[in-house]
């Protein structure tokens, strides 16, 4: 990635259910992502959207995280990315 263009992170959740193992779904009730950019000690950045962009303005190596919060417990994972000027 180079400082000043956009980048687009996304996240696949799947259901554990034995019954119907598919990709996560609706029909398992709502999830909020909760992104973090590893920039700045900002606050995570809350959002329905399993698919989000970042703008990083400084080169290096960020840790980026996301949780996904549903009715029924938390899951969390993240990437780390190298930014180059």
């Known amino acids: 990635m180079v ?3 956009e980048a687009w ?10 019954v119907d193992p598919d990709e996560y779904s609706p ?9 973090s950019f590893g920039e700045n000690n ?7 959207d399993h698919e989000v962009s970042h703008t990083f303005s400084r080169a290096g190596d960020f840790k ?10 938390v899951t ?3 990437l780390t990315v190298s930014v180059h000027g």
């Open 3 to 5: 400082i000043g263009e």
């Open 9 to 18: 992170f996304n996240v696949t959740l799947h259901s554990n259910d034995t």
């Open 27 to 35: 029909k398992h009730g709502f999830v909020l992502f909760l992104w």
């Open 42 to 48: 900002a606050r995570p950045m809350p959002t329905w």
């Open 64 to 73: 980026v995280s996301v949780q996904a919060v549903t009715e029924i417990g």
């Open 76 to 78: 969390k994972g993240y």
